[in-house]
C-alpha cells in the first residue's frame, strides 16, 4: 500500500533520530549498548556501516562536551513557547482594530467606490510595536544566552589543566553560571540588537507608505540607503556581541569592557582574523 509505504518510510528516520538521542544520553552514562546500532543503521544513515561503528560514536564524535549539542534544541524549546505566547497576545491584540467604510470619486460626475478598511486606533498601534519590540529583543536575547553557554563551556574546557576533569557536567555549570551571573550582559547586547532591528522595522513601515506618494524617487532612494547602512550596522553589531560574549565568558568583566577588549583585540589581528574567514 501507498500511503503505509510513505508512513514507514517517514517515520524510520523519526525513530533513527529518537534512538540516537537515547544513544547519547546512555553514552552520557557511561552504558552504550550495541543494540542501538541497528536502528541507527535503518533509520537515519542508510547503509553507511554507521551500525558497526555506533558504539565508538560517543567517543569520536561528541567528547566530553556532547551534551552541548542540545543547546541549540534548547534554544528552540524556549523560543517556540515564547512564540506561542506572543502569538496568542498578537492576535487578541490585532482583534482590537474597527472596520470603517471610505469613499473615493472616480471620475468627475460624482461617482464613488466604497470600500471597507480594518483600522487600529493610535493605542493599538502602540501596543503593537512593543509587542515587535519585545519580540525583536526576546528573540536576540535567546541567541545570546546560547552564545554564552556555548562560549562558556568551551572556555572552561580550553583553559583546563586536566582535561580528563571535563564533562558533560561542564556544560550544566555553564547553564547555571550564565543563568546566574551572565543574564544582564546578554539582555545588554541583545537591546542593542533589538533596537536596531527595530528601526529597521519602522524604515520598512515608512518604506511602504512612501510607495503611495507619487513623487517618491528621493525619498525611496534615502530609505534605501538608511536601510543598507541598518543592516550593515546590525552585522558589525551581532560579530562584536559574539566576540564579547567570548571574552565575557573567559574573564567574567560586564559587557561595555568586555565588547572594548574584544573590538580592539580583532582590530589588532585584523589581518590573521581576515585569513581565518577567508581561507
Known amino acids: 500500500d501507498i500511503g503505509v509505504t510513505g508512513v514507514q518510510t517517514c517515520a524510520l528516520p523519526i525513530l533513527g533520530i529518537g534512538f540516537l538521542g537515547l544513544s547519547c544520553i546512555l553514552g552520557y552514562l557511561g552504558i552504550w549498548v550495541w543494540f542501538f546500532g541497528?536502528?541507527?543503521?535503518?533509520?537515519?544513515?542508510?547503509?553507511?556501516?554507521?551500525?558497526?561503528f555506533g558504539p565508538f560514536l560517543h567517543i569520536w564524535v561528541f567528547g566530553p562536551l556532547d551534551i552541548i549539542f542540545f543547546v541549540p534544541f534548547l534554544q528552540g524549546l524556549t523560543f517556540f513557547v515564547f512564540w506561542v505566547v506572543w502569538g496568542y497576545f498578537s492576535i487578541h491584540l490585532v482583534s482590537l482594530g474597527t472596520i470603517t467604510t471610505r469613499s473615493y470619486p472616480?471620475?468627475?460626475?460624482?461617482?464613488?467606490?466604497?470600500?471597507?478598511?480594518?483600522?487600529?486606533?493610535?493605542f493599538v498601534e502602540q501596543c503593537i510595536w512593543f509587542l515587535v519590540f519585545c519580540f525583536f529583543w526576546t528573540a536576540a536575547f535567546?541567541?545570546?544566552?546560547?552564545?554564552?553557554?556555548?562560549?562558556?563551556?568551551?572556555?572552561?574546557?580550553?583553559?583546563a589543566r586536566?582535561?580528563?576533569?571535563?564533562?558533560?557536567?561542564?556544560?550544566v555549570s555553564s547553564i547555571i553560571s550564565t543563568c546566574c551571573y551572565h543574564l544582564g550582559t546578554c539582555a545588554y547586547g541583545s537591546l542593542i540588537i533589538a533596537i536596531i532591528q527595530f528601526l529597521r522595522a519602522i524604515?520598512?513601515?515608512?518604506?511602504?507608505e512612501v510607495e503611495k506618494a507619487t513623487n517618491r524617487c528621493i525619498a525611496t532612494c534615502l530609505l534605501c540607503c538608511c536601510q543598507c547602512c541598518l543592516c550593515c550596522l546590525?552585522?558589525?553589531?551581532?560579530?562584536i556581541n559574539k566576540n564579547a560574549y567570548i571574552h565575557c565568558a573567559i574573564f567574567g568583566t560586564s559587557f561595555c569592557p568586555a565588547a572594548r577588549k574584544s573590538?580592539?583585540?580583532?582590530?589588532?589581528?585584523?589581518?590573521?582574523?581576515?585569513?581565518?574567514?577567508?581561507?
Open 234 to 239: 546590525e552585522k558589525c553589531m551581532k560579530f
Open 162 to 171: 586536566n582535561k580528563s576533569l571535563v564533562s558533560s557536567l561542564t556544560v
Open 142 to 159: 535567546i541567541v545570546a544566552v546560547g552564545d554564552m553557554i556555548v562560549a562558556m563551556a568551551f572556555s572552561k574546557w580550553y583553559f
Open 263 to 279: 573590538f580592539f583585540l580583532i582590530l589588532r589581528n585584523a589581518l590573521r582574523i581576515g585569513e581565518r574567514y577567508l581561507v
Open 106 to 122: 472616480v471620475d468627475l460626475q460624482g461617482t464613488e467606490i466604497t470600500f471597507r478598511v480594518y483600522e487600529f486606533d493610535d
Open 203 to 208: 524604515l520598512t513601515k515608512i518604506q511602504k
Open 38 to 52: 541497528p536502528f541507527l543503521h535503518i533509520g537515519v544513515f542508510g547503509y553507511w556501516g554507521i551500525a558497526f
